[in-house]
Every structure is written in C-alpha cells, then in structure tokens.
C-alpha cells in the first residue's frame, strides 16, 4: 500500500514504449492522480487543523493527534513543529502541482516561481521538524527519533539538490532530485494513511499509545524508505534500465495501491479531514 508514484510524465519521452511500459505508464497516472487529491485534500486539513488551533489559541488540541505536539513550557519546540505543520501543508499542496509536465511547459515563470516557494517550504519543514526533535524528542522513543532525524536529513538534501540542478540548468537530474523530493514530501500524508489502514485491518497488532510498539519502530522508517525505492524505479525506468517482468510487477503493485488509496481517501475524508476543513469554513 505504501507505493507510491511521482512524475508520470517521465514515462511519455521515448519515441517508443513497449506493451510492459506502456500498462506501468498508465497504471503510474492513475496512482498519481489519487495520490495528488489524497495529498492536497491532506495539506488542507493540516492547514486549516493545526493553523486554526492557533489561530483560536487552543493549541493544546494538537495534542489529541499525536501526544506531546504542544507543550507549554517549551516554546521553541511548538514554534517548530508549528512551522513544520504549515510549511508540511503548503509542500502537499505545490507539490502536486510542480510535476505537472503541461504547467512546466505553458507556464514557466509560474512552475519556477511555485518552484522557490516549494523548496523553501520543504526546508522550513525538515529544519521546523529536525528542531523539534532536538528539543523534545518523539514520542516513540530512540528508534523513531532515530527514523524521523533521517527523513529530515533526506528531504534537505533532496530539496537542495534539487534546486541546485535547476540553477545549472541540468534538467534530468532537476526532475530526478525532485521526483525523490516530492516522495519524501509525501512522507506525513502516507504516515497518517498506513496507520489508518493498520488500525482498520489490523485492529492496530504492534501499536501503543507511545509508539514504541513493533509496528511504530517499523513505521518509523517505512513511511518514506519505500517511497524513495519506488522513485527509483520511475527514475530508472525513464532510462529504460528496467526488464518486461519487472515492469509487470511494477504496474500490478501501482494498480492495488491506488485501489487502497481511493479507500482510504475516501474515509478520511468523510470522517477525519473533511469535518476539520468544514469546521474551520463555519468557524
């Protein structure tokens, strides 16, 4: 479930594909399409959750999601992941954008301009995050501090890797740092999911409430390392490096992650992001 695909439009530059390219190349739009809205609906409800509990000062309300998110003597701590959280929500939302190969073309100016912002906000996010966790620590302990550093680390690197191939004009390497980007990007959203479907499926096996349990020690890594091998795969396979059998498997993995994430879109919608977004419009 946790597959997910970034730039669909890296599989149309051949002159010729294959039937095997062909069936991954749709089976990649298709996933990419559900994962910008589950993404953006997500980057929504970070927006208008966590900025409107501050903006109403009840900011202890963070706490409900995930314990120790706010706590009041540590004010550098909640400035952090204050800005984690919205530079997170703004990162969801651009994201799904920057990768669009018809906006890059028919709106330069707009896909650079969008493009500093994101970047930008992806490094607000990894500093905000990183800060955090030097301060307070996570709650699950060691491992997922452990987990949760790295990922930081990753996503500035990748964001400055990315801007820097954009800078010196080398396109391929641009696009390839910020397909691996925009995998970690989405690392938060696909967090929130996979615990969804654990606790729907699984009636939460390996979970406690201070996430230190098996599946939180797993979770800690796997919500952005698979995402990272399946931009690889993408990114290999606009070489053309990758065989028939491989891209087989590739495409039927695609097609049942996207039905789990049109499932799960679907209900945290309708009972957890949609009521917050809703809250806020009353508010």
């Not at 409900?64 to 800005?83: E, M, P, R, V, W």
Request: charged share 10%; hydrophobic share 55%; with cysteine.
């Amino acid at each position: 479930m946790n597959t997910t695909i970034f730039a669909s439009e890296q599989l149309i530059t051949a002159v010729s594909i294959n039937k095997s390219q062909r069936v991954l190349r749709w089976s990649g739009i298709f996933l990419v399409s559900t994962v910008w809205l589950s993404a953006l609906l997500f980057g929504l409800y970070i927006l208008t959750f966590y900025v409107a509990a501050f903006y109403r000062s009840d900011m202890v309300v963070w706490n409900d999601n995930l314990a120790g998110l706010y706590q009041a003597d540590k004010k550098g701590a909640t400035l952090s992941i204050g800005l984690h959280f919205v530079a997170g929500g703004i990162i969801l939302i651009l994201g799904c954008i920057q990768l669009l190969q018809k906006v890059r073309l028919a709106y330069p100016k707009l896909h650079r301009w969008t493009g500093r912002i994101y970047i930008v906000a992806c490094l607000l996010a990894a500093t905000g995050g990183l800060i955090f966790i030097a301060i307070s620590g996570t709650i699950g302990g060691i491992v997922m501090d452990i987990g949760f550093t790295l990922y930081g680390v990753l996503m500035l690197l990748a964001a400055f890797e990315t801007f820097r191939h954009a800078v010196t004009k080398r396109v391929t390497k641009h696009r390839a740092w910020a397909m691996r980007l925009f995998a970690l990007a989405i690392g938060s959203w696909l967090y929130r999911m996979d615990y969804g479907f654990w606790l729907l499926l699984a009636d939460g096996i390996g979970h406690t409430s201070e996430f230190n349990g098996p599946f939180d020690q797993v979770m800690s890594f796997f919500f952005f390392i698979p995402n990272l091998l399946v931009a690889e795969v993408f990114i290999r396979n606009s070489e053309r490096k990758m065989s028939d059998v491989i891209n087989w498997i590739a495409s039927l993995t695609l097609i049942s992650a996207t039905g789990f994430l049109i499932i799960g879109t679907y209900y945290f919608t309708l009972y957890y992001w949609g009521p917050a977004m809703v809250a806020w419009l009353s508010y």
